[in-house]
Structure formats: C-alpha cells, structure tokens
C-alpha cells in the first residue's frame, strides 16, 4: 500500500459571509460587517487546490456543510432571527477550514494499523459547536473502508477540541511512524484557549498511538493573547522540519529537546522575533501556510499573498531561501476572501495519509472534476453577501439550490 499526503480542501460554502464570530480571530473581527464574496472565495479555494495539484500534489476535498441550519435555531428558540448573531452562527460557512474538521493520525502511528480520525467538538464557539456531526457523516463516507480508516465522534464537550490546527506530525518521511504533537492552551488573557489538554489526550488514546511518540506542548499564552488562535498560526511542521516563530510555544527549549529525543533528524527552523515580531507573524499569516514535501523530495512552502506582499516577511523569507536550508520553494497564493474571515492556507485543508486508492474517489480531485466544480460555482453560488442579507428567504433558498447543485454534479446525494 502506497501511502502518500493528500490535502483535503474545504470547498467555501455559498454562504460565505462576515459576521465576525470567532472572538480572538482578529483578521475575522477586523472584518466583520464587510461585504462577502462567496463566489469568488470558492474559486480562489479552488484554485488553490489547482495549484497544488499542478506541483504533483494528492489533492482532494470536503464539502460545504448544510447551511441556513435551523435546527441549530430551532433548539435555541431562536427561528425568528431576531438575535442576529445567533442568525449568523446558523449561516456561518467556517466548515470550510478542514484544518478544524478533525484530528488525523495515519496507519503507522496507530496501534491497530489504520488511519483514525476524530472529529473536532470546537465547542469554544458556538458557530462552529454545530459542525461536528454533519462533519462525521462526511467523514464516514470519504473514509468508509473500515479494513483503513476509523472514523470516531468527537470528544465529550467538557473539554474543546479544535482537531488539527493544534496538532502536527513529524517523520522520516510520511509512510514511517511519526512523532505526533499535540499543542494545547491554557491561558490567552482576553480571548480563550480553545485547545484543552485533556481533548488532546483523548484523542491520542482513541488512535491508539504509542506514548513515547505523543508529545503534548503549550502554546505560548502571549500567542493566543496576540491572536494565535490556534497554533497553525505560529507553526507547521511537515516529516523532518518543524517552521515555527520564536513565541510560539510556552517552553520552546524543551519542546525543540523533546522533538530532537524523539526524532533526531529533526531540522526546527526558528524565525525570531527580532525579524518578524509575532504581530506581523500573526497579520501575515506566514506560518498558517502549507508545508509540503514536493515530488522531486524538496519542500515547498505555500504561503498567503499577504506574508509574500509583507516587507519584513519577505525580507525573511528572502534570506531563508538564500541559506539553501530544509526549505527550498516559496509558492504564494491568492486566497484573500477566506484570509479576511481569519483562515490562511493552512486552515482550509486536513492532511491525511493514506492510500488514495482506499478513499471514495468522489472527494479526490483531477483537472476534469475541477472544472466541474467551477461551473457548479460559477453558476449557482451568490456573487456577494452583505450581513444585513442573512436571514433573507431568497438568498436561504439559493444557498440550499447551490449545495444541492454540488452533491448532485458529484453524486454524492446521500449527503444532502
């Protein structure tokens, strides 16, 4: 079996929109009452997946969940909209950043020799607390091969679990057993550690994973207080290289040592803040960005327009290339609607290794299926979406016509 990472894209739903939700995002508060642009947020996602898919790259996709969910307005008492954030929550289109779909350790790190996922609970806010479940039922049908994959429910809601945006996977290369990290919070000052210590425990417990290859870290409180808010804005590590900002965790030492114990080919390539401060880490999103290996064995590092447009981000990355270290390409992407709601490249994909040959091909992307989805959104999705919007019978009617068009033009009705 040839295991190989495919990223899994979220698709950005039809109903894309700025409502500012996620308290401690502040790229998404910063933004928030603006006019959204779903149309041309999901064709930039999607060019991104043809982008990456142009290097070589395994690519696949999740779908938009179902939205207007009133059921979630339902059990709130809420159905009148008149509580227009509880509204929004009902509208929100967050599913789209997959890093929060779930938890992923591949087949060499479990101890039933499968590749399992836990679904994130993300029960810190309440527009993402409705995921999960409609995010398991897409799970289970992606990953329906039992002989390869377990799929579990999330974790009980007494402890928040944001899935993969606090947790990275370090190897020889990605068919070896790994080291997994686990990166949790415990204080942010204002805004609240999403990441709770005990979830992630559970979640190594539930893959069956080997202690010694389990390492669980704090992040730095003074990152989650400056907008970290989860720790892919601060790192990413991809096999051997772990990229992180010098703030990123709350004992970088002793995180490094553990790495180095566990994995010793580790290479840890550190930005100090003296080059790029955590704020303009954080505004430029450089470290919410995929780390990849390419094809040809060297790792490519896909970064938003906005760390490649930032003087002192560049500047940095400038002199990263020059020293001819573990990472050799910067690929920078336009993804500029999902950035203004506080998602980078990062966020808007899940990392699972696998055979590609065990997944349901109906979520694996080719030229021919892209072009497919282009026409579904170019047809059916809303050009724009202005908050005052949300709620409107006609554009809840177009919301629900455009996901229906998409399942159907994949053929995957039993997720409607």
């Not at 060499?108 to 590749?115: E, I, K, M, Y």
């Not at 021919?368 to 019978?393: F, N, Q, T, Y």
């Amino acid at each position: 079996m040839a295991l190989v990472e495919i990223n899994f894209d979220g698709i950005i739903g039809p109903s894309h929109n700025y409502a500012g939700l996620s308290l401690g995002n502040l790229a998404s508060a910063s933004h928030a009452g603006d006019v959204s642009y779903p149309r041309a947020a999901a064709l930039q996602g999607l060019a991104k997946m043809r982008h990456n898919m142009a290097l070589g790259l395994a690519q696949g996709f999740l779908l938009p969940l179902p939205r207007p969910n009133g059921a979630f307005l339902t059990a709130l008492g809420a159905e009148d909209g008149s509580d227009r954030r509880l509204l929004a929550a009902a509208w929100s289109a967050s599913s789209m950043w997959t890093a929060n779909a779930a938890t992923v350790s591949p087949a060499p790190d479990s101890a039933d020799g499968r590749c399992h996922l836990t679904a994130a609970n993300l029960v810190t806010m309440p527009h993402r607390s409705q995921e999960w479940p409609d995010t398991v039922r897409q799970l289970r049908v992606a990953f329906a091969d039992k002989a390869h994959f377990a799929v579990h429910d999330a974790v009980p809601p007494c402890f928040g679990d944001e899935g993969a945006a606090n947790h990275m996977r370090m190897c020889a290369e990605h068919g070896a057993p790994g080291l997994e990290i686990f990166v949790y919070g415990r204080s942010g000052g204002a805004f609240p550690a999403r990441q709770h210590e005990q979830a992630s425990r559970a979640v190594a417990r539930l893959h069956g994973l080997d202690p010694a290859r389990a390492l669980f870290v704090e992040q730095a409180p003074e990152a989650i207080a400056a907008g970290a808010f989860h720790n892919d804005v601060v790192a990413v590590a991809n096999e051997r290289v772990l990229f992180t900002h010098e703030q990123a965790f709350a004992d970088p030492d002793g995180t490094y040592a553990a790495i180095r114990a566990a994995l010793p080919e580790a290479e840890i390539v550190v930005v100090p803040t003296a080059a790029v401060s955590l704020a303009d880490a954080i505004k430029s999103y450089l470290f919410n960005a995929q780390l990849l290996t390419l094809p040809a064995g060297e790792m490519g590092l896909v970064i938003p327009l906005e760390a490649w447009e930032h003087p002192g981000v560049r500047a940095w990355l400038d002199g990263m290339l020059a020293s001819n270290g573990p990472i050799r390409h910067v690929l920078p992407v336009d993804v500029r609607q999902s950035m203004a709601n506080g998602g980078g490249p990062a966020c808007l994909r899940l990392r699972v290794v696998a055979d590609p040959a065990t997944v349901d091909p109906r979520f694996l992307l080719d030229p021919a299926k892209a072009d497919a989805l282009e026409s579904v959104i170019a047809a059916h999705w809303p050009e724009a979406i202005a908050p005052a919007d949300l709620g409107d019978p006609a554009l809840a009617v177009q919301v629900v016509a455009a996901r229906a068009a998409l399942l159907e033009v994949l053929a995957l009705g039993e997720l409607a």
